[in-house]
């Protein structure tokens, strides 16, 4: 079974443009997470959807956006970058919404902003 | 507000000696306990998890200890091997909304 694909896998932007991801997730698996990674807040909790509708949101400006597609598919933006957008950028698939059930993390997409 | 409290923030064991990773949270609404194993230029990855209603769960050379009372976990790795060398992240979460420890780089010296 394929795991989660993410792409790009790298992107460089400047200041004030904006960027899509993209989240590829395990077959049948519906819900799906994204992160922040930083070296030094490790790893924070942007949003969740599921069956594409978002039902969990951390605490991010409103310049992070998602939204998920039919397939299960997702896809995050980020709008007007900051030097401070840069970070690795995770998505995790599950098999459903409710608690308990192991997330399944892509390799990232490393954003730089210059 | 960090809701998942993770010490040491870097270790390094020889190869043999047993590591061990802290961790604390304050929601009691927290059920589920994972730890993740990162290597460079990889995403996290499911080491071994446990929920609050057993106090020890052991997979080959990890271990992880939970204290409900003092709503603390750990993890306990014996026999490092220099393979184990990565950064571990815990994590808590209710529902499906993770909370993550700010991870532990572990070096385990040949």
């Known amino acids: 079974k394929a795991g989660v694909t993410q792409t790009p896998r790298y992107l460089i932007k400047t200041r004030g443009q904006q960027v899509t991801l993209s989240c590829s997730p395990i077959?049948?698996?519906?819900?799906v997470s994204w992160y922040q990674q930083t070296p030094g807040q490790g790893l924070q909790f942007l949003f969740e959807?599921?069956?594409?509708?978002?039902?969990n949101k951390g605490n991010f400006p409103g310049r992070f956006s998602g939204r998920q597609f039919s397939n299960s598919r997702s896809e995050m933006n980020v709008s007007t970058l900051e030097l401070g957008d840069s970070a690795l950028y995770l998505c995790?698939?599950?098999?459903?919404?409710?608690?308990?059930?192991?997330?399944?993390f892509g390799p990232g997409t490393r954003l730089t902003v210059l | 507000q960090q809701q998942v409290k993770q010490s040491p923030q870097s270790l390094i064991v020889q190869k043999g000696g047993i590591s061990i990773i802290n961790c604390a949270y304050e929601?009691?609404?927290?059920?589920?306990f994972p730890w993740y194993q990162q290597f460079p230029g990889k995403g996290p990855a499911l080491l071994i998890a446990?929920?609050?209603?057993?106090s020890e769960k052991k997979e080959g050379r990890f271990t992880i200890s939970f204290n409900k009372s003092a709503k603390q976990f750990s993890l306990h790795i014996m026999d490092s091997q220099p393979g184990d060398s990565a950064t571990y992240f815990c994590?808590?979460?209710?529902?499906?909304?993770?909370?993550f420890g700010t991870g532990t780089s572990l070096t385990v010296i040949p």
């Open positions: 995790a698939s599950s098999l459903s919404s409710s608690g308990g059930n192991e997330q399944f």
């Open positions: 959807y599921f069956s594409e509708t978002q039902r």
């Open positions: 077959s049948g698996h519906r819900s």
């Open positions: 929601n009691t609404a927290f059920d589920y």
């Open positions: 994590a808590a979460s209710a529902g499906n909304q993770f909370y």
């Open positions: 446990i929920r609050p209603d057993v």
